[in-house]
């Protein structure tokens, strides 16, 4: 189940890097984003970046290493609050 969840969330990420231009035209500059990452590109720099962030985390969790990350992160903490 986890390679389904992984595939179809690697063709989001695609369709978001792919279509950054439309999902800027309807959902709107940000603000922020023009001002950090550049003039007029801004926007659309981040709408990419955000989907390859969700292509990388998507492999991870489709090869069990973002499971294993997070273990060794937040394990002790979980554990922690779970007792």
């Known amino acids: 189940m986890k390679y389904v969840i992984g595939i179809i969330c690697i063709g989001i990420g695609f369709v978001i890097v792919w279509k ?6 309807n959902v709107g500059r940000i603000a922020w984003a023009d001002e ?3 003039a ?6 981040f709408y990419k ?10 492999f991870l969790y489709m090869s069990g ?3 294993s990350m997070l273990g060794a992160i937040f394990g002790t ?4 609050v779970a007792e």
């Open 65 to 67: 290493a973002l499971e």
């Open 77 to 80: 903490t979980i554990e922690t």
């Open 49 to 58: 970046l955000i989907g390859i962030v969700i292509i990388v985390f998507s």
């Open 20 to 25: 950054a231009d439309w999902i800027m035209n």
């Open 36 to 38: 950090k990452l550049g």
């Open 40 to 45: 007029e590109g801004g926007t659309r720099l």
